[in-house]
């Protein structure tokens, strides 16, 4: 009789495991079949990418626009060219203040 219960038990015990593993076979199936999905979603994307929009790859490749910096003919602090302020003899000023200053010393000077 107690042979019977043991073999019951490990019976169940099988059976059980079985379940399991069926369960993990089959949870990894969807798994796979989610991922097959998804990368075929993926690959029906970039298809539809590459016919469409040509070189957009290209937009975030732009290099920022490098600035010339002119040197301050009255103080030499250097800056960019677009915020210059020149005076009638070409000569280059960091600000409107500097081209009066070197103006009024150039007025100044015999
Ligand atoms: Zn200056």
Known sequence: MKFVILLIIVLAVLVWFQRLKKNLVERARQATQAAEQYRRNAEAA???????????????????????MVAC??????????????????????????????????????
């Not at 970039?46 to 010339?68: R, W, Y």
């Not at 800056?79 to 009066?100: K, L, N, Q, W």
């Open 46 to 68: 970039a298809a539809a990418n590459s016919s469409g929009a040509t070189g957009q790859a290209s937009v975030g490749g732009a290099s920022p626009q490098v600035e010339t």
């Open 73 to 110: 003919a009255h103080c030499g602090l250097h800056f960019p060219a677009s915020e210059a302020v020149t005076d009638h003899s070409g000569a280059i000023f960091c600000s409107e203040e500097h081209r009066r200053l070197q103006v009024a010393e150039r007025t100044r000077a015999p």
